[in-house]
């Protein structure tokens, strides 16, 4: 922990979260705070749901959460085509305390065969929408998602940043690589109204060169953001850049959040150099957000008004992570297997925070790409490429040489002609002009020696 982290302390009660008046709020800052609330009514309430739940007791916090399980596994049962097949013949599923170590895991390919049957019945399908992800396993998942679903998750992770000592209407720049969170500079008036209203900024961070570096932490000194947030390898490239020319980050800083990636000691420790404020390490998938945040004291909490997690023994790993959302409605995902690794543990934490605590094992620990050019791509980029290409089954890029990428797929059918040619044509516009993909369908992409599946990798030094 950073020794200039703030003491432990319970957060403001409800309601009392509005940075209007908030000696170092500002007038700006409380004016967007109160146009945000207008604009999202929905998303202010919900967070001050969870902000109420967070006052609970720890005993009192887990009876809510076996409450929920309860409530959840038995509307999967009662909704939808999926969980009234494979929940057929257990009894009890309406009970308080369900035994769901009884229940059978849910695997990404479960996921991907029955995609359809898992949606709720009666669903508003004009409303729905499908979202992808490769998570840390090399499959890539699709899953729908609605509007609801959305603003919980910003709900949620409103509530992590206050653990830093942001409050809404206060700046945060967003350091991101997935197409739909970023901004594009041809943004009409009203989604850079929206931006400004949320106070959020996100910049393009699927790749960067030194002039992208150098762009980044001019705007961080002249934006003057409360907080940082992205993947953990570009947010230690920028730390690295700012100290190797000691350049001079806002006092404004507060907190610095990573996600998406393994977080290593060496990057927490050069960012906290750099940007002198906390590090917190955030938790969370695509599919299932908002499972587990650092607190101010440096601990994992998982948020146990939002999963179910496990931690068990499978296929001769220790500790995976299976997770249920008690809030999903629309698509119940239930003991899901995430693909990660980590284990609960006991005890309690100082800071305030009634939610139990865990420690993540390896996992999310893929390559940068790195061009003749000296581009570095963020392995995020080429996840997003096989998005909607529903017969593969694993991939797995691997670089082995400036001009070229290996492909391993493990798929049903082959690519078509035309989607290969499609894939190459992006990568070349995308990456390099030079760049060469070679595809190779193979029966099995092994495993690493921890356990884990990386699904980009680099043997270029």
Request: proline residues 4%; charged residues 25%.
């Amino acid at each position: 922990m950073a020794p200039h982290a703030r003491k432990p302390g319970s957060l403001p009660p409800t309601g009392a979260h509005s940075s209007l008046g908030r000696p170092g709020g500002g007038i700006i800052a409380g004016l967007r705070d109160w146009l945000h609330r207008r604009r999202h009514p929905a998303r202010f309430a919900l967070l001050d749901d969870l902000l109420r739940r967070q006052a609970c007791s720890r005993d009192e916090l887990l009876e809510w959460q076996h409450e929920e399980l309860a409530r959840i596994v038995a509307f999967a049962a009662a909704n939808t085509d999926y969980y009234a097949r494979r929940f057929a013949g257990i009894p009890g599923l309406g009970e308080r305390r369900p035994a769901i170590a009884e229940f059978s895991i849910l695997t990404k390919d479960d996921v991907i065969g029955n995609m359809e049957a898992m949606l709720t019945r009666g669903a508003d399908r004009a409303g729905a929408r499908i979202g992808y992800t490769g998570g840390s396993t090399g499959r890539p998942l699709a899953f729908y998602w609605d509007a609801a679903r959305h603003e919980l998750m910003r709900a949620g992770m409103m509530r992590s940043y206050m653990g830093a000592g942001w409050r809404p209407g206060e700046r945060i720049v967003n350091f991101w690589g997935a197409a739909q969170d970023i901004k594009g500079g041809a943004a009409g008036p009203g989604r850079k109204y929206a931006a400004w209203v949320s106070g959020e900024t996100t910049l393009a961070a699927r790749e960067f060169t030194e002039g992208d570096l150098r762009e980044w932490a001019a705007f961080v000194q002249s934006y003057r953001p409360v907080l940082l947030q992205g993947y953990a390898s570009i947010l230690a490239a920028l730390a690295r850049f700012v100290l190797d020319h000691r350049l001079p980050m806002p006092r404004t800083l507060r907190g610095v959040y990573s996600t998406a990636e393994i977080l290593t000691e060496e990057q927490r420790e050069v960012m906290e150099r750099a940007f002198s404020c906390p590090v917190f390490n955030q938790y969370g998938s695509r599919e299932i957000p908002n499972i587990a945040c650092e607190c101010r004291q440096g601990n994992m909490h998982v948020f146990t008004d939002m999963v179910w997690l496990e931690s068990l023994a499978l296929d001769g790993e220790d500790d995976r992570l299976l997770v249920t959302s008690l809030t999903n409605r629309l698509m119940p995902m239930i003991r899901y297997d995430i693909g990660d690794s980590g284990r609960l543990k006991e005890g309690d934490c100082t800071c305030g925070w009634p939610f139990p605590l865990m420690e993540m094992g390896l996992c999310r620990h893929n390559d940068m790409i790195r061009t003749a050019g000296g581009r570095n791509i963020h392995p995020a980029y080429f996840n997003g490429l096989l998005h909607g290409m529903t017969a593969i089954r694993q991939y797995q890029f691997v670089q082995v040489g400036r001009d070229r990428i290996d492909l391993n797929l493990v798929a049903a059918s082959r690519l078509s002609s035309d989607a290969l040619e499609s894939l190459r044509q992006k990568v070349r516009h995308d990456v390099d002009a030079g760049m060469m993909i070679e595809v190779n369908y193979i029966d099995e992409i092994r495993r690493t020696v921890s356990g884990k599946h990386r699904f980009v990798i680099s043997k270029v030094g």
